[in-house]
């Protein structure tokens, strides 16, 4: 594969990383776990699936941004590239910060603390962040919830400028030199090192951008290496080559987890130092592999392109965007019926999958809500374009 060719393969793998999304966080509110809202009757099988994705799907994702941003960068002037990219992602971030996400809130308020005052007074608290007198005094708002992604994007899209030319300069020099065992292993050891020796100092995942440090540790470090390797068929073709390898490595560190998990919980005891140690270790090779592992199976089974992939490209950020706020709001009245538990979780599912269908739909068909869902105006329309040197869209 040349340098230049379109790359379905990992539009696919974007499509299929923000479907898992949704389903994770649908999974968020089954499990005994501490999310926005909770089911009264969690399903603690479900567990060991939600851990199976956990430690790759979003570094994936942002792997895949830093190759779009490549190939965009590359066919734009500095000023047009931000321009796109701003408007791409600035203005949904602001659209959910104060109309999707604020529901989010509400309802987490309302379960976990109490919280009993009106649509309206809610509202201006969330907006002016003045929470005195009430159960949620030490709430931060307004807040960007599952859209922190979208302000990462931001935020490693303008450090990319000013980086952008030794990136290139040293991704040139290194890339066709580089064994494509060493681009395996570089990367697994970083996790590593940066699991065991960063995770428990830097405490906290995703919720503040300039705290997240052990966050951007990972994340903007796969934005970096996807924007770096973008042009350099060595690491595909070497994902190619050790795929069954990684798939293997990948599954043996999650049943790993697992086993050891289950052992001390078990015994009623919690992880010692050097147990940790190990689950971090485990938990990286699992990442990686699981990363290497998709992308060579990607460059066989999903080149196929085709209207599926043109309208999923174009939609599944819309979706993103949309799908947490249904699923808090749908699962906490759901919920409250009762029902059998695989009724209630089909509801939930089926109602967020029509949730950003319709909304999908409607913003595509409205030219002031395009920019908000993250849709190019639609004389700049090139849904139909994967991710190469002529796609500039793509989260």
Aim: contains cysteine; proline residues 5%; positive net charge.
């Amino acid at each position: 594969m040349t340098p230049s060719a379109r790359r379905t393969d990992l539009d696919w793998l974007r499509i299929i990383a923000f479907g898992l999304l949704i389903f994770y966080h649908v999974g968020l509110f089954y499990v005994p776990w501490t999310w926005h809202v909770n089911t009264d009757s969690p399903i603690v099988a479900l567990e060991p699936l939600l851990m199976l994705l956990n430690p790759w799907r979003l570094m994936l994702l942002f792997l895949i941004s830093g190759v779009a941003t490549r190939f965009m960068f590359d066919k734009m002037k500095t000023g047009d590239f931000l321009k796109n990219r701003m408007n791409r992602l600035f203005w949904p971030l602001l659209f959910g910060v104060f109309v999707i996400v604020p529901p989010q809130v509400y309802y987490e308020m309302a379960e976990k603390l109490g919280y009993s005052g009106s649509g309206w007074d809610f509202y201006a608290r969330y907006v002016t962040g003045d929470w005195e007198g009430t159960a949620a005094r030490w709430a931060v708002t307004p807040s960007y919830n599952h859209l922190w992604f979208v302000a990462y994007l931001i935020a490693y899209t303008l450090l990319i400028v000013p980086l952008s030319a030794v990136l290139k300069r040293m991704s040139a020099f290194v890339a066709p030199m580089a064994s494509p065992l060493a681009l395996m292993i570089g990367p697994a050891l970083y996790l590593i090192v940066a699991n065991v020796w960063l995770k428990d100092f830097f405490q906290g995942g995703p919720r503040g951008l300039p705290i997240a440090w052990y966050a951007h540790f990972e994340y903007f470090a796969a934005f970096l290496f996807g924007y770096a390797i973008a042009k350099y068929d060595v690491f595909f073709d070497a994902c190619l080559k050790y795929r069954k390898l990684a798939v293997g490595a990948a599954f043996a560190s999650w049943g790993g987890l697992m086993a050891g998990g289950a052992a001390f919980y078990a015994a009623g005891q919690s992880l010692p130092e050097w147990a940790k140690a190990i689950s971090h270790i485990l938990h990286a090779i699992q990442a990686w592999g699981a990363i290497v592992a998709l992308i060579g199976f990607a460059q066989i089974f999903l080149k196929k392109d085709g209207p599926v992939r043109r309208y999923l490209t174009d939609a599944i950020f819309a979706y993103y965007i949309v799908h947490q706020t249904v699923i808090v709001v749908a699962g906490y009245y759901i919920d409250q019926l009762t029902w059998p538990i695989w009724i209630e979780a089909l509801l939930v599912i089926s109602i967020t999958l029509l949730a950003c269908y319709a909304s999908y739909e409607i913003a595509r068909r409205v030219a002031w809500l395009r920019p908000l869902f993250g849709l190019k105006p639609k004389s700049a329309q090139d849904g139909d374009k994967p991710i190469e040197a002529q796609r500039a869209g793509a989260t």
